[in-house]
């Protein structure tokens, strides 16, 4: 099957919850170092009962479906009045099982050509400071740190924002 990125819909609810659960639990652990949170707070069957219970969070994801849904991305028009005319791109992961096949780069290609489509002229996102894999992909699209640098919710941890100038010439 050919594969296609496509707005979430109800019915992805939990493959999207195993994909952000396991996906963060994988990436962020060694970083983190609090299995409380990993096993206890972030839980698949809660966060999919939200999905199905609060269609309104699935506004914005949009899913890589090949047939299985194996990456999700999730992000809007910015909320930050010093960026009106900006994309934020607020998560960003392939199944930690179908991660190196490409996955991620046709979602980022998707994404720069939508935002591209509506007339943004940046995109910008947040990405933990120690998350070298992230980082490096992001940049190999572009995206670069503007040196901001806060510490993330409720940690001793900092996070980075990342921009991506768009061409808007089109």
Do not use: C
Request: aromatic share 14%.
């Amino acid at each position: 099957m050919e594969h296609i990125i496509r707005k979430a819909a109800r019915e992805d609810a939990s493959r999207l919850a195993e994909i952000l659960i396991f996906a963060k639990r994988t990436s962020y652990r060694s970083i983190f170092k609090n299995d409380y949170v990993s096993f206890n707070e972030m839980q698949v069957l809660s966060l999919a009962l939200d999905y199905q219970k609060r269609e309104e969070m699935l506004d914005n994801i949009y899913v890589y479906d090949d047939g299985i849904v194996k990456g999700m991305m999730n992000w809007g028009k910015s909320a930050d009045s010093n960026y009106p005319e900006s994309i934020r791109l607020y998560e960003f992961y392939v199944d930690p099982f179908f991660q190196g096949n490409g996955i991620g780069t046709k979602m980022m290609k998707t994404l720069l050509s939508q935002a591209e489509a509506i007339g943004a002229k940046n995109i910008f996102l947040w990405v933990l400071e120690e998350n070298l894999k992230a980082r490096r992909f992001y940049e190999l699209f572009g995206f670069a740190s503007d040196k901001t640098r806060k510490l993330e919710e409720g940690t001793d941890v900092y996070i980075l924002r990342y921009f991506k100038e768009l061409n808007t010439n089109k």
